[in-house]
């Protein structure tokens, strides 16, 4: 299994331009989550997902979209970049929604940069 | 106020030392709560993960603890390793919620 990938791995965008931060799970996780990071502040969640067609929004969402219409993908879309949305995002999933064994899989992170 | 406090924020230590990292959570009603290792430039991992009636849990050279009735976890890193430079992040699930809090991260240098 490849676990979580996260394309692509570095990214510099402009003010105002969008993009679409890329992920994917090949362990038929239920749940999947957009978390960013940034220094000295702990991961935050942006959108979550607990299964195919049903996402909802985290803790920072403004300026964020996501979709799930297959269980392996969960994009996230920048609709117009902002510098605030420097960061590093992280995708990760988990088999179930549920909290017993909520061991969160991390992809490897996009680092994205708006000038 | 982050409901998941770290400390140190960093530390330095050489090879073969042991450390403590310490954890401090005000979130309720607490469900589990697990210490994920960050190298740099990665995702983070998990190492261990503990639930209401676990006080102690080993995995290799980590060792953490919680104490529920003081809400506080640590982990112990024994006979540090230059590989185990990294971050340590301290996450705490919610027994009736989908999200997790997260602690900023204890940053771990080990130094030859």
């Known amino acids: ?115 | 106020k982050n409901q998941v406090e770290q400390s140190p924020q960093s530390l330095i230590i050489l090879e073969g030392k042991n450390c403590t990292l310490q954890c401090n959570y005000t979130v309720s009603p607490f469900s589990n709560l697990r210490w994920y290792k960050q190298d740099t430039g990665r995702g983070p991992v998990s190492l261990t993960i503990m639930t209401f009636s676990e006080n102690t849990k080993s995995n290799g050279r980590y060792t953490a603890t919680l104490d529920a009735d003081t809400k506080q976890s640590s982990l112990h890193i024994t006979a540090s390793q230059l590989s185990d430079s990294a971050s340590y992040i301290c996450v705490v699930s919610l027994s009736n919620d989908y999200k997790l809090s997260f602690g900023a991260g204890t940053t771990v240098t080990v130094r030859a």
């Open chain 1, 1 to 115: 299994n490849a676990g979580v990938t996260q394309t692509p791995k570095f990214q510099v965008l402009k003010t105002g331009q969008s993009m679409t931060l890329q992920c994917a799970q090949d362990m038929n996780h239920e749940y999947m989550s957009w978390y960013r990071q940034d220094p000295g502040m702990g991961l935050r969640l942006i959108h979550y997902s607990v299964g195919a067609g049903i996402t909802d929004q985290g803790e920072v969402p403004n300026g964020y979209n996501v979709s799930r219409s297959t269980t392996e993908d969960f994009p996230l879309r920048l609709l117009s970049a902002a510098p605030s949305q420097t960061s590093v995002y992280f995708c990760a999933s988990s088999p179930t929604a549920g909290q017993i064994t909520n061991e969160q899989y991390f992809g490897p992170g996009t680092r994205l940069t708006v000038t």
